[in-house]
């Protein structure tokens, strides 16, 4: 399915793609309005309405993936509740022994997250993702989504890398096109990114990823 011999450089999402989705939705769909209806004495049925108008309005920008955004526009605090929830946070079948194999065949990858500092540092503290990685970079601190050229073009000047024999594995379409956009050679998706939905019916114009296992590189398969 990859031909490994193509490439040089992994570049790797984390939520929806190594991790469960199923986390991020809980927390957005259904803790924070409950917790945001319990803070104001409101209605559950509005919280859910109100945020999800927020969440709308805001999707795909780096706002959107901002704890200190969320945390002034709903006079909540995010972080403590995230880690409040944090027992949820959960490995994709069979991700942690794709990074292994990774691992084991002498390949780095490098993890790329919209995802904000603090969340991956409570991630990693859950699941020890970061011991696969040579580095995690967070667009938060490029000051661009990956949905953005500046991101792809700052990670470059960061990390040297040869777009056309890169490999980008995100669940998020969005950020695919925009990657491919800039030049980035190999694309791939992920069918079923959040557990407790039904897996995707595809993934068009990228193909999916459905088991880790059947992309692992030969040395380590
Ligand atoms: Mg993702």
């Given at each position: 399915m990859i031909d490994w011999n193509e490439i040089d450089t992994v570049l790797l999402d984390m939520d929806g793609t190594l991790l469960d989705l199923a986390f991020d939705n809980f927390f957005w769909q259904q803790y924070v309005p409950e917790q945001y209806a319990l803070a104001r004495g409101i209605p559950e049925e509005r919280a859910h309405r109100l945020i999800g108008e927020w969440v709308h309005s805001h999707q795909g920008t780096l706002k959107w993936?901002?704890?200190?955004?969320w945390t002034g526009e709903l006079d909540?605090?995010?972080a403590a509740l995230k880690r409040g929830v944090a027992h949820?946070?959960?490995?994709?079948?069979?991700?942690?022994r794709f990074l292994q194999g990774l691992h084991d065949s002498g390949r780095e990858p490098?993890?790329?997250?919209?995802?904000h500092p603090?969340?991956?540092?409570?991630k990693a503290e859950r699941t020890g993702i970061e011991r696969y990685f040579r580095h995690l970079v967070c667009s938060h601190d490029y000051r661009a989504a990956k949905e953005e050229q500046t991101f792809w073009e700052t990670l470059r000047g960061e990390h040297e890398f040869d777009p056309a024999r890169t490999l980008l594995v995100d669940?998020?379409?969005p950020v695919l096109a925009s990657a491919r956009h800039y030049g980035?050679?190999?694309?791939w998706s992920?069918?079923?990114p959040d557990s407790s939905l039904p897996p995707r019916e595809h993934t068009r114009p990228f193909p999916a990823i459905d088991r880790f296992e059947t992309l692992l590189p030969d040395e380590a398969s």
């Open positions: 993936y901002c704890l200190d955004f909540l605090d995010v949820r946070i959960a490995w994709r079948p069979g991700a942690e490098i993890m790329v997250t919209n995802a603090e969340v991956v540092r409570l669940d998020s379409l980035i050679g190999h694309l992920i069918l079923h």
